[in-house]
């Protein structure tokens, strides 16, 4: 059984930062590319990060580019998301997801095999 749990979501204020954590178990870590997508109410699911098996090729929406930065910690069974310069248009639930797969687009949420529970993060103005 494959689990993910989402950590370090809560409430900021415009312009701060705040660091989501992923943990993964039930499998080999490094065996998963992963992904984090948000969902604002009212509105549909998104891609916002996602990185392959090593590390050393990462992705990013357009709308979180240069503020937000997506690591992997094999040794941990981790990928965290570090967001900075945050926005009340960031105002979201953050999931993390695994792609066991290595064929799909990172950007697809259909490529994801498993889902995190999310985690809401609040930004206020």
């Known amino acids: 059984q494959v689990q993910l749990v989402e950590s370090g979501g809560g409430l900021v204020q415009a312009g701060g930062s705040l660091r989501l954590s992923c943990e993964v178990s039930g499998r080999t870590f490094n065996s998963y590319r992963m992904g984090w997508f948000r969902q604002a109410p009212g509105k549909d699911q998104e891609f916002v990060a996602g990185v392959d098996y090593s590390g050393d090729h990462t992705y990013y929406a357009d709308s979180v580019k240069g503020r937000f930065t997506i690591e992997r910690a094999d040794a941990k069974n981790t990928v965290s998301l570090q967001m900075n310069a945050l926005n009340p248009e960031d105002t979201a639930v953050y999931y993390c997801?695994?792609?066991?797969?290595?064929?799909?687009?990172?950007?697809?949420?259909?490529?994801?095999?498993?889902w995190g529970q999310g985690t809401q993060v609040t930004v206020s103005s």
């Open positions: 997801a695994a792609a066991h797969q290595s064929w799909g687009s990172l950007y697809n949420s259909g490529t994801y095999a498993y």
